[in-house]
């Protein structure tokens, strides 16, 4: 089974910024789609963003232009760059492999189950 560590969450001031670390433990993530998810309180988990095997990105509307998803398959991580936080985006990251359609990743599916996730919170 594929596993996964999120890191790099914290307090954060609204705009302000934060970089996410998703580590996979066991296997190597060349060939994966990686798509990070969040869930905030008394809210459905949603898709963020994710990025495909060949490095092509997708994003959810609400962090477009603020967030980038990178990897280095080298260390066999994924990371998100978070800018311009808002206190809307207070919630627990999540990681997970996401299935691929057409060479482009997909935010609304995921394969698996989900690791411990990692809090953030923007507020002032």
């Known amino acids: 089974q594929l596993r996964f560590v999120e890191s790099g969450g914290g307090l954060v001031q609204p705009g302000g910024s934060l970089r996410l670390s998703c580590a996979a433990s066991g296997f190597a993530l060349d060939y994966y789609a990686i798509g990070w998810f969040r869930q905030a309180p008394g809210k459905e988990r949603e898709g963020v963003s994710c990025?495909?095997?060949?490095?092509?990105?997708n994003y959810a509307d609400s962090v477009k232009g603020r967030f980038i998803i990178s990897r280095d398959n080298a260390d066999n991580t994924v990371y998100l760059q978070m800018n311009s936080l808002k206190p809307e985006d207070t919630a627990v990251y999540y990681c997970?492999?996401?299935?691929?359609?057409?060479?482009?990743?997909?935010?609304?599916?995921?394969?698996?189950?989900w690791g411990q996730g990692t809090q953030v919170t923007v507020s002032s």
């Open positions: 990025i495909s095997s060949g490095g092509a990105t």
């Open positions: 997970a492999r996401v299935p691929s359609v057409q060479a482009m990743c997909v935010i609304q599916a995921h394969f698996g189950s």
